[in-house]
C-alpha cells in the first residue's frame, strides 16, 4: 500500500510518499481503509522529533491519528463492527498512523462516523474534540454561569472548545485574528479578542478557567485573569508550572488525551444532532503531505487541515 513516513526527525521534507507493507491486525483491531486523515499539531511535532525522549518512534513510521474510512476486515476478537462500517477514530500515537491506504486500529477507539458528515469532514474530529471535551469537561470541571477564555479560538481545538463551552452554559471568551471573530461567534463565543490588535489580558478579570493552546507568553500573561481557585488547562508544551499556580492561587493541568471510542460515538452524535459543527481549513492528496505539515506549522489555520487517501 501507498503512506506516508520518515525515516529520520526532521523538517517537513523528511515525510516520503512511498510503498509498505499492509498492516497486520490483532484479534482486538478493525483494518481501516482509509478515505482521509487528519492533520494535528502533534503529527507536526512527533515529525520533528519535540517527543523522541518520552515517546521515541519505531522508525520509519506513518505518522497521523485521525482517520474516516470503511472497515475492511476485523479482527477474531471484535463483535461491535462489521465489514463496510463508516467510522472514524483518534488511534494510538504509539502505533503506525492513518497517512495511508490502511491503518490497524483498536476497536475500542473506534466509533461510527456521523452520518451527516462526508468522510473530508469527519477526519477532522476525533483528536481536537476529544481534548477539547477532556480539557473543559475532565480538567476543568466546567459548568453553567462559569467563564472560560479560550486562547487560539480558530484553532481545531479551539472550535470545539467554544462550541462545547457553550453547551455547558460558560460565558466565552476566545482569541482570534479579527477575520475569523464572525465564525466565533456564530459558533457560541459571547466575546472575541483580537489579539494582533489588542493585548488580551486588559480588562479580563476572575475568569474560572484558562484554556492555553498556545503556550510561551500567552499562558504567562494568563495567570493572573484567573479568580482564585481557578484553573489553566494547558495543551501546549511544556507543562505549565506547579509553582506558578500556587503563586496566583489557582490550579494548573495539561491535558493527555487518550483515544476514546465511546466518547468520540457521543460527539458523532451531538454533530449528527447538530449540536457541534466541524470546521476544514483546507485539504491536500495523501502525497503532499508535506505541503499540509508547512501549513500546520504556520499556525494560521482555520480548523483542521486534512488529507484525502481516497
Known amino acids: 500500500m501507498k503512506a506516508i513516513r520518515f525515516h529520520d526527525y526532521g ?5 516520503r510518499f512511498e510503498d509498505v507493507p499492509m498492516p497486520e491486525i490483532g484479534a482486538d483491531d478493525l483494518l481501516i481503509k482509509v478515505h482521509c486523515a487528519g492533520v494535528n499539531p502533534a503529527d507536526t511535532q512527533f515529525r520533528r522529533g519535540d517527543y523522541r525522549a518520552f515517546v521515541p518512534l519505531p522508525l520509519p513510521f506513518i505518522p497521523g491519528w485521525d482517520v474516516a474510512g470503511s472497515v475492511e476486515s476485523i479482527g477474531s476478537g471484535v463483535t461491535r463492527f462489521k465489514t463496510g462500517d463508516r467510522v472514524f477514530a483518534m488511534s494510538d ?6 497517512y495511508a491506504e490502511y491503518i490497524a486500529v483498536r476497536a ?3 466509533a461510527p462516523a ?3 458528515l462526508p468522510f473530508e469532514r469527519a477526519a477532522g474530529v476525533p483528536l481536537a474534540a476529544l481534548t477539547a471535551w477532556k480539557a473543559l469537561s475532565d480538567e476543568a470541571g466546567l459548568r453553567q454561569g462559569q467563564s472560560v477564555l479560550i486562547h487560539a479560538g480558530a484553532g481545531g481545538v479551539g472550535l470545539f472548545a467554544i462550541q462545547l463551552a457553550r453547551r455547558a452554559g460558560a460565558r466565552v471568551i476566545a482569541t482570534a485574528s479579527s477575520a475569523n471573530h464572525a465564525l466565533l461567534r456564530q459558533l457560541g ?3 472575541v479578542i483580537d489579539y494582533r490588535e489588542r493585548d488580551f489580558a486588559v480588562g479580563l478579570k476572575d475568569l474560572d478557567v484558562v484554556l492555553d493552546t498556545v ?5 504567562e500573561r494568563s495567570w493572573p485573569l484567573l479568580r482564585p481557585g481557578g484553573v489553566l488547562v494547558a495543551i501546549a508544551m511544556p507543562p505549565p508550572d506547579a509553582e506558578t499556580a500556587r503563586r496566583h492561587g489557582v490550579r494548573a493541568e495539561m491535558v493527555s488525551v487518550q483515544p476514546d471510542g465511546e466518547r468520540l460515538a457521543e460527539i458523532g452524535r451531538l454533530i449528527d444532532a447538530d449540536e457541534l459543527t466541524v470546521v476544514i481549513d483546507r485539504d491536500y492528496p495523501l502525497s503532499e503531505a508535506a505541503d499540509a505539515h508547512r501549513r500546520s506549522e504556520e499556525r494560521h489555520a482555520r480548523g483542521k487541515i486534512i488529507l484525502r487517501v481516497i
Open 189 to 191: 463565543a459571547n466575546e
Open 114 to 116: 456521523p452520518a451527516t
Open 108 to 110: 475500542s477507539e473506534v
Open 215 to 219: 503556550g510561551g507568553g500567552t499562558r
Open 11 to 15: 523538517r517537513p521534507g523528511v515525510l
Open 93 to 98: 500515537m504509539r502505533r503506525n498512523g492513518a
